[in-house]
């Protein structure tokens, strides 16, 4: 018999319908009846190709004596955090106020008088073990507490309550200058080039951030405390050759368990996916021409367009760890659909292509995880027609076809579907086929890039398609939403979704001044596209932004009513903050409109977070990002002839402009902010002034 959460269309919710625990989803009904009851909130958050939340979903959630415990005391509510990340934003810095850590699920207890949680964790096994209790105990606990423990539970509250709420009102503003940005270079720098953690994330915000600093080393000369350039690059060839990347059929996985790149938790992430094809284009234009670049962006666009597009032009969200190795198991098993023994490959591949995969990826007898093999390269260079013939072989026992004649494969929705099916190749692991608008418009932006940099067509188209499709679905009553479930729109979009669409139309906007690379049967301009973005931005500013204090909220006034706090994300994590990209967009259509009201916002909001980037360097690069498009910003004016020449060129913080009234000598118009230089009359002169726009003040 399946609980109310059959009825959601969140993949995560649907994972728990089955459950014997009565879950309810986050609505005022749920809420009331709480209160109501007097019962402690047991609020459960995840997604849906989390590992650990599908462990406590096969274990403590199946629980019957769990269920009736926490049915009789609690009021449980699970919530999909890529449906809410308001919500989950809370409650995550909420557990690490309490615990000092965090992560998925989120399991935390709130009162159900003013939704302020007393009690936090994350996975809790059914049984006492890893040095945790057993879930049965917890409730038990702190039910117990919550009924004898009045004036105590009130102060833990309060004073996670006031916590809260005092992250949220930042000190007073502090000074912003060029020291302050690089400061925030080297820390990302740092945080990209040392520290052995026990895992690798591919952490883009900060590698961002330094490869926009190599172009100061000149200014900088020898006093910068690390190589910048060697860092950038090796964080480039960590991804294109380690483990993290998919090698045979493409894509990156959402990181690595081990600090050599080697072993990954096999989850493939839309957002994670979309900003690496960004960084690795970036990297490429900015002189590092690493075949391995070329060729992991050019399978992850692959794998896009096989795996992750719906037939409707836009992109699902991600894909699952686990996969099944038979129908007939109970529990899928993590990466499953990705590893090889060494026994396979002796039957699948020749002995030339073995030993030519052995001199290029890590492969042994005795494997890297669990017995069998992770591929992961050894160096960097073009992979011979040998190997690159072995990994064809490896992609058709994968997916029963080979890559010539395989264009789309279908995703499996569910482990019902994924168990069912009949597959000619491996069971694949399960895909989350929601549409995400902030997710969609990372992938676009990375497409966009890689579009001009690799001059290809069907990158662009791809983009186009995932662009229009939001545009044409997600306003509903004149209102802007975060999701689509099969066609149908849901969630009011969030500072994230509006920050990352309108960088993704600037982007269109630059991609399409290009000629050659015209998607011709759509016939758009790029005016068409900078139009756009200035109109999601006036919604954007009218509905989220903070007029006391600056900044934009992660939500509308009346999509958050029943929220302890109003945040204004400024702190990364595994995608950029909506803040600052929200204010490097300020910047650019500054530029584009020349409406200066979009630079004194931005001014604005850079001096609503500058005491957190003074204080807090480490947690939000991307307003550094944003502070650089500020300080170094730069107009491009030049002929439809030369604007590939520039456009192709890394150059961090200038927008390309068309100009077809530039005087007969001159080859471009460039203009330092607000001021403008002479017309260059050679392309050598025009690209000694963009240099020096771009480090002036340095």
Same mark, same amino acid.
């Given at each position: 018999?399946?609980?109310?959460?059959?009825?959601?269309?969140?993949?995560?919710?649907?994972?728990?319908?089955?459950?014997?625990?009565?879950?309810?989803?986050?609505?005022?009904?749920?809420?009331?009846?709480?209160?109501?009851?007097?019962?402690?909130?047991?609020?459960?958050?995840?997604?849906?190709?989390?590992?650990?939340?599908?462990?406590?979903?096969?274990?403590?959630?199946?629980?019957?004596?769990?269920?009736?415990?926490?049915?009789?005391?609690?009021?449980?509510?699970?919530?999909?955090?890529?449906?809410?990340?308001?919500?989950?934003?809370?409650?995550?810095?909420?557990?690490?106020?309490?615990?000092?850590?965090?992560?998925?699920?989120?399991?935390?207890?709130?009162?159900?008088?003013?939704?302020?949680?007393?009690?936090?964790?994350?996975?809790?096994?059914?049984?006492?073990?890893?040095?945790?209790?057993?879930?049965?105990?917890?409730?038990?606990?702190?039910?117990?507490?919550?009924?004898?423990?009045?004036?105590?539970?009130?102060?833990?509250?309060?004073?996670?309550?006031?916590?809260?709420?005092?992250?949220?009102?930042?000190?007073?503003?502090?000074?912003?200058?060029?020291?302050?940005?690089?400061?925030?270079?080297?820390?990302?720098?740092?945080?990209?080039?040392?520290?052995?953690?026990?895992?690798?994330?591919?952490?883009?915000?900060?590698?961002?951030?330094?490869?926009?600093?190599?172009?100061?080393?000149?200014?900088?000369?020898?006093?910068?405390?690390?190589?910048?350039?060697?860092?950038?690059?090796?964080?480039?060839?960590?991804?294109?050759?380690?483990?993290?990347?998919?090698?045979?059929?493409?894509?990156?996985?959402?990181?690595?368990?081990?600090?050599?790149?080697?072993?990954?938790?096999?989850?493939?992430?839309?957002?994670?996916?979309?900003?690496?094809?960004?960084?690795?284009?970036?990297?490429?234009?900015?002189?590092?021409?690493?075949?391995?670049?070329?060729?992991?962006?050019?399978?992850?666009?692959?794998?896009?367009?096989?795996?992750?597009?719906?037939?409707?032009?836009?992109?699902?969200?991600?894909?699952?760890?686990?996969?099944?190795?038979?129908?007939?198991?109970?529990?899928?098993?993590?990466?499953?659909?990705?590893?090889?023994?060494?026994?396979?490959?002796?039957?699948?591949?020749?002995?030339?292509?073995?030993?030519?995969?052995?001199?290029?990826?890590?492969?042994?007898?005795?494997?890297?995880?669990?017995?069998?093999?992770?591929?992961?390269?050894?160096?960097?260079?073009?992979? @011979? =027609?040998?190997?690159?013939?072995?990994? !064809?072989? $490896?992609?058709?026992?994968?997916?029963? +076809?080979? *890559? /010539?004649? #395989?264009?789309?494969?279908?995703?499996?929705?569910?482990?019902?579907?994924?168990?069912?099916?009949?597959?000619?190749?491996?069971?694949?692991?399960?895909?989350?086929?929601?549409?995400?608008?902030?997710?969609?418009?990372?992938?676009?932006?990375?497409?966009?890039?890689?579009?001009?940099?690799?001059?290809?067509?069907?990158?662009?188209?791809?983009?186009?398609?995932?662009?229009?499709?939001?545009?044409?679905?997600?306003?509903?009553?004149?209102?802007?939403?975060?999701?689509?479930?099969?066609?149908?729109?849901?969630?009011?979009?969030? @500072? =994230?979704?509006?920050?990352?669409?309108? !960088?993704? $139309?600037?982007?269109?906007?630059?991609? +399409?001044? *290009? /000629?050659? #690379?015209?998607?011709?049967?759509?016939?758009?301009?790029?005016?068409?596209?900078?139009?756009?973005?200035?109109?999601?931005?006036?919604?954007?500013?009218?509905?989220?932004?903070?007029?006391?204090?600056?900044?934009?909220?992660?939500?509308?006034?009346?999509?958050?009513?029943?929220?302890?706090?109003?945040?204004?994300?400024?702190?990364?994590?595994?995608?950029?903050?909506?803040?600052?990209?929200?204010?490097?967009?300020?910047?650019?259509?500054?530029?584009?409109?020349?409406?200066?009201?979009?630079?004194?916002?931005?001014?604005?909001?850079?001096?609503?977070?500058?005491?957190?980037?003074?204080?807090?360097?480490?947690?939000?690069?991307?307003?550094?990002?944003?502070?650089?498009?500020?300080?170094?910003?730069?107009?491009?004016?030049?002929?439809?002839?030369?604007?590939?020449?520039?456009?192709?060129?890394?150059?961090?913080?200038?927008?390309?402009?068309?100009?077809?009234?530039?005087?007969?000598?001159?080859?471009?118009?460039?203009?330092?902010?607000?001021?403008?230089?002479?017309?260059?009359?050679?392309?050598?002169?025009?690209?000694?002034?963009?240099?020096?726009?771009?480090?002036?003040?340095?």
């Amino acid at each position: 018999m399946t609980n109310r959460l059959a009825q959601t269309q969140s993949l995560y919710l649907r994972k728990h319908a089955e459950n014997p625990i009565d879950w309810w989803f986050w609505c005022d009904e749920a809420l009331a009846k709480a209160k109501a009851e007097n019962k402690p909130i047991f609020l459960s958050i995840g997604y849906s190709s989390c590992h650990w939340c599908t462990v406590m979903e096969g274990e403590a959630f199946s629980d019957l004596a769990v269920a009736a415990y926490l049915n009789a005391n609690f009021l449980p509510i699970k919530v999909d955090r890529e449906e809410r990340p308001d919500i989950d934003s809370i409650y995550m810095q909420a557990l690490q106020m309490m615990t000092g850590q965090g992560g998925w699920p989120l399991n935390i207890f709130l009162a159900p008088e003013d939704l302020v949680p007393f009690y936090g964790g994350t996975y809790f096994p059914l049984e006492p073990r890893y040095g945790r209790p057993g879930f049965l105990q917890v409730l038990q606990a702190l039910r117990r507490y919550y009924d004898t423990e009045k004036q105590d539970l009130r102060s833990r509250q309060e004073a996670i309550l006031e916590a809260i709420q005092q992250a949220a009102i930042l000190p007073n503003t502090q000074p912003l200058n060029s020291a302050l940005l690089r400061q925030g270079i080297e820390t990302s720098t740092g945080i990209i080039t040392g520290g052995d953690y026990g895992t690798k994330f591919p952490m883009i915000p900060y590698a961002d951030l330094a490869l926009r600093g190599w172009r100061f080393l000149p200014v900088w000369k020898d006093n910068f405390r690390y190589n910048l350039p060697e860092s950038c690059t090796q964080r480039g060839i960590d991804l294109a050759l380690g483990g993290i990347y998919d090698h045979v059929g493409g894509g990156f996985h959402r990181y690595t368990v081990d600090p050599t790149w080697t072993v990954p938790h096999f989850e493939k992430m839309l957002y994670d996916n979309g900003q690496i094809v960004e960084y690795l284009a970036n990297l490429w234009s900015a002189g590092v021409k690493e075949p391995a670049f070329e060729r992991a962006i050019a399978l992850t666009v692959k794998w896009l367009q096989r795996e992750m597009t719906a037939p409707e032009g836009y992109f699902y969200a991600a894909q699952d760890a686990d996969s099944f190795i038979h129908p007939e198991e109970a529990e899928p098993e993590e990466g499953a659909f990705y590893v090889w023994s060494y026994s396979e490959l002796e039957n699948i591949l020749t002995s030339e292509e073995l030993t030519a995969i052995q001199a290029e990826f890590t492969v042994t007898p005795q494997g890297n995880f669990e017995g069998k093999n992770v591929l992961q390269r050894r160096q960097v260079g073009i992979l @011979s =027609e040998t190997v690159e013939s072995a990994l !064809k072989k $490896l992609f058709q026992v994968r997916y029963g +076809s080979t *890559v /010539e004649e #395989l264009e789309i494969f279908p995703p499996a929705r569910n482990n019902q579907e994924a168990k069912t099916q009949t597959w000619a190749g491996r069971i694949p692991a399960v895909t989350d086929t929601k549409m995400i608008v902030a997710w969609n418009s990372l992938m676009i932006s990375g497409l966009a890039r890689a579009a001009i940099v690799f001059q290809q067509n069907d990158y662009l188209d791809l983009a186009v398609r995932a662009a229009n499709f939001i545009l044409e679905n997600q306003w509903v009553d004149g209102r802007f939403h975060r999701l689509n479930y099969d066609g149908k729109a849901a969630v009011m979009a969030q @500072s =994230e979704d509006y920050a990352q669409f309108i !960088k993704a $139309l600037l982007d269109l906007h630059q991609a +399409s001044l *290009v /000629e050659t #690379l015209h998607v011709e049967t759509l016939h758009v301009t790029s005016l068409h596209w900078l139009e756009k973005a200035i109109a999601v931005q006036t919604e954007f500013d009218e509905l989220l932004w903070s007029v006391e204090l600056g900044g934009y909220f992660n939500t509308a006034k009346d999509a958050s009513q029943e929220l302890i706090i109003r945040e204004r994300s400024y702190m990364d994590n595994a995608t950029p903050a909506a803040n600052g990209v929200a204010i490097a967009n300020l910047v650019r259509l500054a530029l584009l409109t020349e409406d200066l009201t979009y630079l004194d916002r931005a001014e604005q909001g850079l001096q609503a977070f500058s005491s957190a980037m003074h204080q807090h360097p480490q947690a939000c690069p991307s307003l550094f990002t944003a502070f650089d498009w500020y300080s170094h910003c730069t107009t491009i004016r030049t002929s439809q002839q030369q604007i590939e020449t520039f456009l192709t060129q890394y150059l961090p913080a200038a927008v390309l402009t068309q100009a077809d009234n530039l005087p007969d000598s001159s080859v471009g118009l460039v203009c330092k902010g607000l001021t403008c230089l002479a017309p260059a009359e050679t392309l050598e002169k025009m690209q000694q002034q963009i240099q020096q726009s771009q480090m002036r003040g340095m």
